[in-house]
């Protein structure tokens, strides 16, 4: 176990609505990525939260929000859903701002499912 | 063009067999080489990382890079059953984005 833990494990969610999902880094990591992973396709980055500051964005519009809080745990939040955004929605914790060797370790991941 | 390729699976070996899978990159810049395996359902988990042009080798798995071909390979030697998963290629573009490739998914054959 990597010691990144993720709540919920899954969620069903209609057309519209909005949803939020939480992770709790690694001890000791300051650092949280999200990505999105659609079925038979590796994880796509949306961003990065360091030192509670958004450090970097994939191509997702920004209806795909997030905060990192002072105990570096991290939220994601997305409005109007959408079909599309059915996936599995991981997230990762590294140390120092994801720097070019950092290790990015994976939580078990939400099963969001947008009906 | 896709910054992470993988060779299209699926793969199958047969158990005791040599699983070799194969990733290019598009970025010269690149300067970090990351492979996960991922269990159908489960999530992505580090089993190798490398920097440097050559060979990394961890018990049964081998990483190789050439930068200069923007190739990154990883070998399983004596494939068992317990390493059927996807292998997921990821390299650094820049100081925060992993980028991914689509996966290879391995059947080793008992």
């Known amino acids: 176990e990597t010691g990144v833990t993720q709540s919920p494990t899954h969620l069903i969610k209609t057309r519209g609505q909005q949803v939020t999902l939480r992770c709790s880094s690694q001890?000791?990591?300051?650092?949280v990525s999200w990505y999105q992973q659609a079925l038979g396709q590796g994880p796509q980055f949306i961003f990065q939260?360091?030192?509670?500051?958004?450090?970097g964005r994939g191509n997702f519009p920004p209806r795909f929000s997030g905060l990192q809080f002072p105990n570096y745990s991290s939220e994601l939040n997305v409005n109007a859903l959408e079909l599309d955004d059915s996936a599995l929605y991981l997230c990762?914790?590294?140390?120092?701002?994801?720097?070019?060797?950092?290790?990015?370790?994976f939580g078990a991941g939400t099963r969001l499912s947008v009906l | 063009q896709k910054e992470v390729e993988q060779n299209s699976g699926p793969l199958s070996v047969p158990e005791g067999a040599i699983a070799s899978l194969n990733c290019t990159y598009s970025?010269?810049?690149?300067?970090?080489f990351f492979w996960y395996r991922q269990y159908s359902g489960k999530s992505p988990e580090l089993i190798m990382s490398?920097?440097?042009?050559g060979d990394k080798e961890d018990g049964r798995f081998t990483a190789q890079l050439n930068k200069a071909s923007q190739y990154v390979s990883l070998l399983i030697r004596d494939s068992q059953p317990s390493d059927s998963a996807t292998y997921l290629c990821?390299?650094?573009?820049?100081?925060?984005?992993?980028?991914f490739g689509a996966g290879t998914t391995v059947t080793v054959r008992a």
């Open positions: 490398i920097y440097s042009n």
């Open positions: 939260y360091y030192r509670e500051e958004e450090n």
């Open positions: 001890s000791g990591h300051n650092t």
């Open positions: 990821a390299s650094h573009f820049n100081d925060y984005k992993l980028s």
């Open positions: 970025d010269r810049g690149s300067q970090s």
């Open positions: 990762a914790s590294s140390l120092s701002g994801g720097g070019v060797r950092s290790i990015q370790y």
